[in-house]
């Protein structure tokens, strides 16, 4: 379906809802507009309290069915579904491009490789998960057992900046355990999101198993309230801002519903004086520009020795020689950051590298030293392409400065003695440190999440399934 602009006559493409693995359509439009070309490449169906009901209904409807499904039967159909994104990658692609402006390699590479590992790591633990135990009891004539099971709909509340990967993370895993979810898609995003309701459908998936909304921003507080409060969603997970990430958990606290949390960033990357000092100014500049830096696991800080001081911020100056961090997916994310490089500049950071210069959406990278802590940029995540470069003379001055954040998602060390590195990790608040790689890292059969206002609860493989299903315990007495 589409729709005129009225003004030109050119015909938009429209983004339905999606319910009962049906196209749902709605009077309540919103624009998607391309922040480069300025144009609206999209139009969007709304969703409003109703429609999110009738969501929500659908798949409360569809869980006690998919709560019996065979877990060989989930498996199946989660192959076929990462069969299907991989004949459908090019359009998927495109469709991605198209919405959120970011590069083809963001496109195809992180979001649509790990998204069909990601299936296919799940489908290939249907089966384990569906595993219980046998505990000892107090006594020989009783027997324990103990079961692993769906908690009912599961709402997963998906971003823009990674839509496809991150969409599928947010609903796969639940719905792989015997759950119904709920996409909430964002209304930056929606015609990405709105593929893995069709990817779904195709593959077999019953109707209300997966059912997404997403909505203009005006109408958030009334269609996610609805969502949170409704009796049949038991457990809600959030990918996205700090800020956001609280409200959520609010709301969820009032209804005393569980929720899991992947939110903002701060991530350091320290740089021993041992380094490779080419590896780690190569891994930094991608960490910290990579998709114009809207990345929760973007490197801002990046933490040097004194001795290689000098001779890492030259690497890394020439490093960032031709990088392209592509554009912000709008000119508000654009200006924050701008305004941010800015201030800290104004107040006495020096400019290293690059030029404070914003073309509408996209942002010349740049590269600060001097940052003190009264400027906002120290704790602030920029969530754009920046980087800020420390100085200390110790490695536990590292450790210190590392973890003088609220955040603790991820962080990386370059060092060439493992060993040292190791330790070092483990004394970094973070959920994840990566050694002589990028702060940005993840794979569907690693745990991923944060600590501190990062959120809490993990992603991926078995400790991602851990946190949709519950535990129920039956014991038997026979003293016959």
């Not at 198993?209 to 507080?221: D, M």
């Not at 912000?328 to 701008?338: K, L």
């Not at 210190?400 to 609220?406: G, K, S, V, Y």
Request: net charge neutral; aromatic share 8%; glycine share 8%.
């Amino acid at each position: 379906m589409a729709t005129s602009n009225g003004t030109y006559g050119v015909y938009i493409p429209e983004v339905p809802l999606w319910i009962d693995n049906s196209a749902v359509y709605s009077d309540l439009k919103f624009d998607v507009v391309n922040s480069t070309s300025k144009k609206t490449v999209f139009r969007a169906s709304g969703a409003d309290s109703a429609l999110a009901q009738a969501a929500v209904e659908s798949s409360a409807k569809a869980f006690p069915g998919w709560a019996r499904t065979h877990p060989t039967e989930r498996r199946r159909l989660f192959f076929r579904a990462a069969s299907l994104i991989r004949a459908r990658q090019e359009e998927i692609v495109d469709i991605m491009m198209t919405e959120t402006n970011c590069s083809k390699q963001w496109a195809s590479g992180i979001n649509m490789d790990v998204a069909t590992e990601f299936l296919e790591e799940l489908g290939a633990l249907a089966t384990p998960s569906a595993v219980g135990w046998l505990p000892p009891t107090d006594s020989e004539d009783r027997l324990a057992l103990v079961f692993r099971e769906p908690y009912g709909v599961v709402l997963g509340i998906a971003p823009w900046n990674a839509p496809f990967i991150l969409a599928i993370r947010a609903v796969a895993t639940p719905i792989v355990c015997g759950n119904t979810a709920i996409l909430k898609a964002s209304e930056l995003s929606p015609r990405t999101h709105h593929v893995l309701g069709e990817i779904f459908r195709d593959a077999g998936f019953p109707p209300g198993v997966l059912n997404i909304v997403q909505h203009s921003r005006e109408k958030a507080p009334e269609v996610i309230t609805t969502l949170i409060a409704h009796p049949s969603v038991r457990k809600i997970n959030f990918t996205g801002s700090t800020n956001v990430g609280k409200l959520i958990a609010q709301q969820a606290g009032l209804h005393l519903k569980p929720v899991l949390l992947e939110l903002g960033g701060k991530a350091s990357c320290i740089v021993l004086e041992d380094a490779d000092l080419k590896k780690a100014a190569k891994a930094v500049v991608m960490g910290g520009f990579l998709h114009h830096g809207q990345i929760c696991m973007a490197t801002e800080r990046v933490i040097v020795q004194e001795s290689v001081a000098q001779a890492f911020l030259d690497e890394l100056k020439r490093a960032a020689v031709n990088f392209n961090p592509g554009s912000a997916v709008t000119p508000q994310g654009a200006v924050r950051t701008e305004e941010l490089v800015a201030a800290a500049i104004k107040d006495g950071a020096k400019l290293e590298f690059g030029e404070v210069s914003r073309d509408h959406a996209t942002l010349k990278p740049t590269i600060l030293t001097n940052i003190t802590k009264d400027m906002e940029l120290y704790y602030a995540e920029s969530f754009g392409p920046t980087i800020s470069i420390f100085t200390v003379k110790t490695v536990d001055e590292t450790v210190t400065l590392a973890n003088d954040t609220e955040y603790g998602l991820t962080s990386s060390i370059f060092s060439r003695n493992v060993s040292k590195a190791v330790k070092l990790a483990r004394r970094i608040e973070a959920g994840a440190c990566h050694i002589n790689a990028m702060t940005v890292h993840d794979e569907p059969w690693l745990p991923h999440g944060g600590s501190k206002s990062s959120g809490y609860g993990r992603f991926g493989s078995r400790w991602g399934m851990d946190e949709f299903l519950q535990v129920k315990t039956v014991t038997i007495m026979d003293d016959s």
